[in-house]
């Protein structure tokens, strides 16, 4: 029956088929180790204040939404002009390690301090002289990335966000805002 639609297979938009189906947005809840949990992607200035986020599911991988994290950064600048968009440098974890985001940081113009995985290590010199170059790291500029860290356990103060109350993602995003606010305060 190749070109027949059935009754059944037509999609739905309700129960009783009398409007949207409510519900239809993403909650950002993902199946982790831990159960249904939420993830906070992060981004923050040198002093530990947000600059911009995004709330996805716990099961979400970091570097699939690093990209949207830094497209969002907009810090207003003093007197007139546009946003600052591009950060001066990025501090990142091993998470963030892939070709990928390496390529975008430098097709941007963006200094970048990322650790390299093992096994990037291992494959690299697996290949011999085919492997390339180590990317450049500096220990001790590393050693700033806790800023991060110390960013989202004051975040996760708010009993709400560490323990995610708010049923829908809009609720939970804006409470995230607000906290984030609070802290530029």
């Known amino acids: 029956m190749a070109g027949v639609r059935r009754f059944h297979d037509r999609p739905r938009s309700s129960a009783c088929g009398r409007g949207p189906k409510r519900g239809t947005c993403d909650p950002a809840l993902g199946r982790s180790r831990g159960g249904l949990s939420s993830k906070i992607h992060l981004a923050c200035d040198g002093r530990g204040r947000p600059l911009a ?15 949207a994290v830094m497209e969002a950064i907009q ?3 003093i007197g007139p002009g546009r946003p600052r968009t591009r950060p001066d440098h990025v501090l990142g974890d091993k998470g963030y ?24 290590v291992g494959n690299r010199a697996r290949r011999g ?25 004051r975040l996760k103060q708010w009993r709400g966000i560490a323990t995610r109350y708010d049923k829908t993602a809009q609720s939970y995003e804006a409470a995230v805002a607000l906290a984030s606010l609070l802290m530029w305060a």
Do not use: M
């Open 53 to 67: 986020f995004v709330v996805t599911g716990g099961n979400t991988n970091d570097c699939t939404r690093f990209t």
């Open 129 to 153: 002289s085919r492997g390339g170059r180590p990317p450049a790291f500096d220990r001790e500029v590393y050693k700033h990335r806790n800023v991060v860290e110390r960013c989202f356990n």
């Open 97 to 120: 390690s892939s070709k990928a985001i390496r390529a975008w940081l430098r097709r941007h113009g963006i200094p970048h301090t990322i650790p390299e995985r093992a096994d990037q």
């Open 75 to 77: 810090v207003p600048r």
